[in-house]
């Protein structure tokens, strides 16, 4: 599985033409196909290429909102050991 660096998954932000990635609990997920992230961005408050582990915790929805898309990898520094696995 890739193992993105943080500056490596700024790429994956959506804009130009580029694949929009985000990050949850260590997990590198493809948003691409979201209609929700169009260019990027959710609800003007979100961006692609972060890891928005934090900012899903205050969100209206769980983090379970992901899964229906594809993991594309892991964010460097994140153990395999840390990273939840699907109930």
């Given amino acids: 599985m890739k193992e993105f660096t943080e500056e490596e998954l700024a790429q994956y932000n959506g804009k ?23 260019d990027g961005t959710h609800q003007v408050l ?14 209206p929805h769980g983090g379970d909102v992901l899964e229906k898309f594809p993991v594309v990898g892991v964010l460097h520094g994140v153990g395999m050991s840390d990273i939840p ?3």
């Fill in 46 to 59: 979100h961006r692609a290429g972060v890891d928005l582990t934090e900012a899903l915790e205050q969100a």
């Fill in 85 to 87: 696995s699907k109930p």
């Fill in 16 to 38: 130009n033409g580029n694949p929009v990635y985000v990050v949850y609990k260590g997990k590198v997920y493809d948003l691409s196909a979201s209609f929700l992230w169009k």
